[in-house]
């Protein structure tokens, strides 16, 4: 049972909640049904009414719901993906629609205020990263009852040390990594492996020395070609006649840009990120003579099950959520500091994104055994 002040008690006593909302927003990643479960399974046993938003905000504005109860949520712990379906596109404010065939931006959110109210929604649970928690912070400042739980497999929000998802995520590259191995050792070839994290080099990183990677390359550090193939070089002097190399999508080359794969039209960020593997591995083959082949991890990291740490966190985070609907404690989002559950305003994880910084212990342990970044 819950440790509660008899404050605490009176205000959630007294707090009214009788129906809750939850949508999942923007990319899928491991550990979102596991939020759902725990949240369904915290609010129905204290007698509140779920309702699930089909397909993110698109379901706000579209009034797409169901009920969500205990046999809803039954089993769906261990599945990736999410129940009710996501999209990255689709912002209430800056809603995509075809009129008299012509494509206009309209701003559908007092439509979506009004269904709330007329469906009898309390509060709005929304689990997403910086794009729909960026909504669900307009939202708040509607008048609309939100409290944000954060997922990415990037990790890159602020306010939080995890981000669920992002250990599945980790867990997945380094796997692939292992397998890397063999094959470069065998064949005597560069492996790059380049992974997903935007702007952040979180999965790189982490991923990097958990599967002994030779060189990591992230957009915190800018790197210099000639540094990465002397140190591939050095390693062929030494005996070792491979090099592993994990590359974040967003790593770019100092005074250069990161490789875009294209733009996409409607989505919260448009820019897809994709290719810098690629070009690097046909750089490097240049400078060393020493055959380079890239594998492209992508969206492999975001589906199958979570692991355990994830499940975890993703339902504690869950329950964390209901009980700041109990507290009427809006415009938050819940968050893991240290080894606590705490709650963040919203504003404060999304008013920019969350980089590796020069003095981050894992980048130092790296730098220390000797792992080249390019710099």
């Not at 819950?2 to 949508?23: D, P, T, V």
């Not at 005996?239 to 039209?265: C, D, N, Q, W, Y």
Request: one cysteine or more; proline letters at 3%.
């Amino acid at each position: 049972m819950e440790n509660l002040s008899g404050e605490q008690q009176k205000k959630r006593k007294s707090s009214a909640i009788k129906k809750l909302a939850i949508l999942t927003g923007g990319g899928d990643c491991p550990g979102l049904n596991a939020v759902i479960r725990a949240a369904v399974k915290t609010a129905c046993y204290r007698g509140i009414e779920v309702v699930g938003i089909q397909d993110g905000f698109r379901g706000a504005v579209e009034g797409d719901f169901r009920t969500l109860g205990f046999k809803d949520v039954s089993g769906i712990l261990p599945r990736g993906g999410t129940i009710l379906g996501t999209t990255n596109r689709d912002n209430p404010f800056a809603y995509s629609v075809q009129v008299e065939g012509t494509r206009q931006i309209q701003d559908r959110s007092d439509e979506v205020m009004d269904r709330f109210k007329a469906e009898g929604i309390d509060a709005l649970i929304t689990i997403g990263g910086d794009g729909s928690l960026s909504i669900a912070q307009e939202f708040a400042k509607k008048g609309l009852n939100v409290v944000g739980v954060p997922k990415t497999i990037d990790n890159d929000l602020m306010a939080t040390d995890l981000t669920f998802g992002f250990q599945t995520a980790v867990a997945t590259a380094q796997d692939a990594l292992d397998r890397l191995h063999t094959t470069a050792e065998s064949h005597h070839r560069i492996m790059i492996l380049e992974v997903m994290g935007r702007y952040a080099g979180w999965i790189a990183l982490y991923a990097g020395v958990a599967g002994g990677a030779d060189v990591i390359l992230i957009p915190e550090v800018p790197y210099q070609l000639e540094s990465i193939a002397k140190a591939v070089k050095r390693r062929a002097d030494q005996g070792k006649h491979f090099s592993i190399i994990v590359v974040a999508e967003g790593a770019k080359p100092l005074g250069g840009e990161m490789v875009v794969e294209r733009t996409v039209p409607g989505r919260t960020d448009p820019i897809k990120l994709g290719g810098i593997g690629a070009k690097l591995a046909a750089d490097l083959e240049k400078l060393t003579a020493i055959e380079s082949r890239v594998t492209v991890l992508g969206h492999l990291q975001r589906g199958g099950s979570p692991i355990a740490v994830d499940r975890v966190l993703s339902t504690r985070y869950g329950v964390a959520a209901v009980e700041a609907v109990l507290d009427k404690d809006y415009g938050m989002m819940v968050a893991l500091q240290g080894q606590d559950i705490v709650r963040v305003p919203i504003k404060e994880a999304v008013h920019q994104l969350k980089k590796i910084k020069s003095d981050d212990p894992v980048l130092l342990a790296a730098r220390s055994m000797g792992i080249e970044f390019g710099d």
